[in-house]
DNA sequence: CGAGAATACTTGACTAATCAAGCAATAACC
DNA sequence: GGTTATTGCTTGATTAGTCAAGTATTCTCG
């Protein structure tokens, strides 16, 4: 069964068939979210002049913009991210030079440091608001909702299992 | 319909619902290979002594047990990466500083290098194997292997999407 | 066979990620 | 109220990733 070999065996270049399915999907998921990526950081990373952003950067604005005007703790942020980020101090950082977010420490407990969200960071997010919704869309049509349901199911209950790990 | 928050937005506590299950479906990915390059990052990169490795290493490394004792040269390695990496001439420069691989000019075409892997390297991989075998079914009871193939497929057409942008 | 294009890397300069250690502020406990 | 622990970052040192430009070798085609 399964002579032929499958689609990410061919773009890797591998001759040896995976030695199991679960082999195949976390590889697939891999090349699957190295591409993503790709795609997603092109399209942050292009905004010209001194405001090009990573996808973490520009995670981290879209964390802001969704917290409003009283703004989070530099931890809250590292919490919601979606992908870890154990640098996010110098990551704020920077977007802190480029005038996108602004910091103050907080009155209440002089330990944090709360963190806003800039007009140029609002503006910034405003201008690429567009091509990532369509990004975000990128699947209609080859995938069906349904089955981005349940892929998202799946999803979901990898993570509870990594989780513990 | 879904009056309740999904998994995903809890993890990264987000109060507000996703665009769309597109968007839903792209932040998991993320969330979950990035859960998922840690937890192959942490078996990889805790050789001990010097023999620590990256996931991008690692995978070079097996490319080269795939491909034998004849070699392979620098970009066909590059071109079999499950992971893009453009930076893989200084890579390969790691592990060859390691001693888990050799390089030498290719004879027939002196533009290209042919690297192969060393018995160090290949020792490594095989104190590796374990874990890693054992990893790559970590989802084996959670997810049905049915789920799991037709995650594949899933990411085979994601990818095929993807290829074109 | 000789000029120009293409290939296969290599290098330099810069940016970002990772881990461990450190420091100041607050909380918890007796 | 004084010590200890915890929290919330920050910093330093190291490693890795990215993009552009450069070099050597081979290929193509008139």
Not at 11 to 18: G, S
Not at 151 to 164: F, K
């Amino acid at each position: 069964m399964a002579a032929h070999p499958s689609q990410l065996q061919q773009e890797i270049r591998q001759t040896r068939p995976f030695r199991s399915v679960g082999q195949e999907a976390v590889l697939g998921l891999f090349k699957t979210a190295d591409m993503l990526r790709r795609h997603f950081g092109k399209i942050v990373g292009q905004g010209g002049e001194a405001v090009e952003l990573t996808l973490q950067q520009y995670n981290v604005l879209r964390i802001l913009r969704g917290a409003g005007a009283e703004g989070l703790p530099t931890l809250e942020i590292a919490a919601r991210m979606v992908e870890q980020a154990p640098g996010i101090t110098r990551l704020i950082d920077r977007l802190e030079a480029k005038g996108l977010v602004a910091r103050e420490r907080c009155l209440e407990d002089r330990r944090r440091v709360t963190c806003r969200i800039s007009r140029a960071g609002l503006a910034l997010l405003a201008r690429l608001d567009d091509q990532i919704n369509r990004s975000d869309e990128v699947f209609d049509g080859v995938v069906s909702a349904a089955d981005l349901k349940r892929l998202v199911e799946v999803l979901d209950r990898m993570r509870s299992v990594l989780e513990t790990k």
